[in-house]
């Protein structure tokens, strides 16, 4: 009897799909405990970042389009407008945050090279942050002219 009572309470419990998981912070840099870097808010470009101790680590990654100026990642400086963060998602070796707007859609990945197949890899003091930048309604032409970026950290 006991056991079917322990059966059913966990049967009770609500179930979430992995695509709905969201932590109270997301993994950006992991490389070790000195080297950690987290975003504890809902949106990559609310908050500044922080070392897992709660201090700020700031990173900033700012895209320019067409001329004008857009906070990815960062709150500062606070007087750019931030490109809409449409979703994040945690995976074992990489968070990926997607924004769109302006003509453009941008994936960030914050990725380890958590390798286990591979120590040598895996032993590297790396973190690598990948952005793919897709516009939408343009001529090839002026794409040289559309986009720039540019990122910056800032230890405190």
């Given amino acids: 009897?006991?056991?079917?009572?322990?059966?059913?309470a966990l049967a009770a419990l609500p179930t979430?799909?992995?695509?709905?998981?969201?932590?109270p912070s997301v993994p950006l840099v992991t490389y070790n405990p000195f080297l950690s870097v987290w975003s504890n808010a809902d949106h990559l470009n609310d908050v500044n970042t922080k070392h897992?101790?709660?201090?700020?680590?700031?990173?900033?990654?700012l895209i320019r389009i067409d001329g004008k100026t857009y906070r990815l990642m960062g709150q500062?400086?606070?007087?750019?407008?931030?490109?809409?963060?449409t979703s994040v998602r945690v995976l074992p070796t990489r968070?990926?945050?997607?924004?769109?707007?302006?003509?453009?859609?941008?994936?960030?990945?914050?990725?380890?090279?958590?390798?286990?197949?591979d120590l040598d890899v895996y032993s590297w003091p790396l973190s690598y942050i990948v952005w793919n930048v897709t516009i939408e309604n343009r001529e090839p032409a002026s794409y040289p002219d559309l986009l720039e970026h540019q990122f910056s950290t800032i230890g405190e």
Avoid: C, K
């Fill in 1 to 8: 009897m006991r056991r079917f009572a322990v059966v059913l």
């Fill in 52 to 61: 897992w101790t709660r201090h700020d680590h700031a990173l900033v990654s």
């Fill in 16 to 23: 979430f799909a992995a695509e709905n998981l969201r932590p």
């Fill in 76 to 85: 500062d400086p606070v007087d750019l407008p931030a490109l809409r963060n």
């Fill in 95 to 117: 968070s990926i945050y997607e924004f769109d707007g302006a003509g453009v859609l941008v994936t960030m990945t914050f990725l380890e090279p958590a390798l286990p197949q």
